[in-house]
């Protein structure tokens, strides 16, 4: 079935540096990609939706010179926290579309958890 | 209004008993998808069971089988035979617009402990 790789799993940072997360579709394109924040027992929030060669689209409220997405093929989209600070701690998960295959259209990675210290 | 309302912030089942997650929707478009998807402590997200609006059967997966009451706007997971490996936390999303449709929204999820 469709297959999301994301890296890294965890990341430790210190306060000012910034993050690149990156979300890899193996065995099929994903035109589309979506990024979300999840706090500690909380549901996902969609923090913006990537489509390969073009600027992604951010939800109300989310910085996008914080947090700067790239999806320059059709199987990678990168998440980059820019200079990261305690409060942006969380876990990060993408989801990539996928028509071919399992998950009724949606794949998810296995998330990222940030701690910014 | 929320899209997807989840009541039960924690549940409680003996093992091999059955439990029924609960899952409200809301939305004025006649075709959407429902799921379900498992989060266990490690953070993934694990796809169970998909509905489609114009499913006429309910949707089932194995031990998961999804109670789906179209005019109630209901959408509950049914787990049968309740394993300790069930534990974790369980999260309705719905999908607005058909295969075309991107925009996703999730519950506030339910996690749910097996008890021995």
């Known amino acids: 079935g469709a297959v999301v790789s994301q890296h890294p799993s965890r990341v430790i940072c210190k306060s000012g540096t910034s993050v690149k997360i990156e979300c890899r579709s193996l065995d099929f394109q994903a035109t589309t990609m979506f990024w979300y924040r999840q706090f500690p027992k909380q549901s996902l929030m969609l923090m913006a939706t990537s489509n390969e060669g073009s600027k992604a689209t951010y939800e109300q409220g989310v910085e996008k010179d914080k947090f700067l997405i790239n999806h320059a093929s059709l199987t990678l989209s990168t998440l980059t926290v820019a200079s990261a600070h305690p409060e942006d701690s969380s876990f990060y998960i993408c989801?990539?579309?996928?028509?071919?295959?399992?998950?009724?259209?949606?794949?998810f990675g296995s998330g990222t958890r940030l701690t910014v210290v | 209004a929320q899209k997807i309302t989840q009541t039960q912030p924690g549940m409680f089942v003996q093992e091999k008993e059955a439990v029924t997650l609960d899952c409200t929707y809301d939305t004025s478009d006649p075709s959407y998808g429902l799921f379900w998807y498992k989060q266990p402590s490690s953070g993934e997200m694990i796809f169970l069971i998909y509905q489609g609006s114009y499913d006429q059967q309910n949707a089932t997966e194995g031990r998961y089988s999804l109670n789906f009451q179209k005019a109630r706007k209901s959408a509950n997971l049914v787990i049968s035979a309740s394993q300790l490996g069930d534990s974790a936390m369980y999260f309705c999303a719905m999908r607005e617009g058909g295969n075309t449709g991107n925009q996703f929204y999730f519950g506030t999820g339910t996690s749910l402990t097996v008890i021995p």
């Open positions: 989801s990539a579309r996928d028509l071919t295959g399992g998950g009724y259209g949606y794949t």
